[in-house]
């Protein structure tokens, strides 16, 4: 698996308007891969945070009216968590929004495929950046067995070093797979 072949799996149209997602709760993220061995960048939320505490998620986060869609949203997020300046030119496509379970965020991914990125630095939001493997990563997935994860249709799991990534960032990961058909 190249990075060629992530980016034509992985570009679509760019669909960042408000208003095409609703209005409440909006929230976008990053997906990142980067390297000859492609490798996605995650995040690991700090423990003591009210929302989404000690979670495995991509850089991003609520959509902030002075953001002028939600593309920025999602580069904006991505430089104040993770240090990471990524261009409107660098993102290569969009994936279907994703809801979260627990806070009713409607989140819509980016996709950026860059050969290298510069060294990170993770902000208050951020415990620890994760620089996974992509292709034995996504091979972790499973059902999520959790049942009450269950009220919204399809849940999956993923495991990096003994930690469980579920919820939004597992559907997420999900569409990925699909897309590559893995």
Known sequence: MDLELLRSSLSSKIDPVV????????????????????????????????????????????????????????????????????????????????????????????????????????????EKILHIPLKSFLKTMADDPNPTHQRIQEMYTFEYQNKIIWGASARILKQIANRLNL
């Open 19 to 126: 208003e095409h997602y609703g209005t409440n709760n909006l929230a976008s993220i990053l997906v990142v891969i980067y390297g000859e061995d492609p490798i996605i960048l995650m995040t690991e939320k700090p423990k003591h945070l009210k929302l989404h505490a000690g979670e495995i998620s991509f850089p991003g986060g609520k959509f902030d009216p002075n953001d002028s869609d939600l593309l920025e949203t999602a580069l904006r997020e991505t430089r104040e968590e993770i240090g990471l300046r990524i261009s409107k030119n660098q993102v290569t496509g969009q994936l279907a929004p994703v809801v979260t379970l627990n806070s009713g965020f409607t989140i819509l991914p980016f996709v950026s495929i860059v050969d290298e990125i510069t060294s990170l630095s993770a902000n208050s939001e951020v």
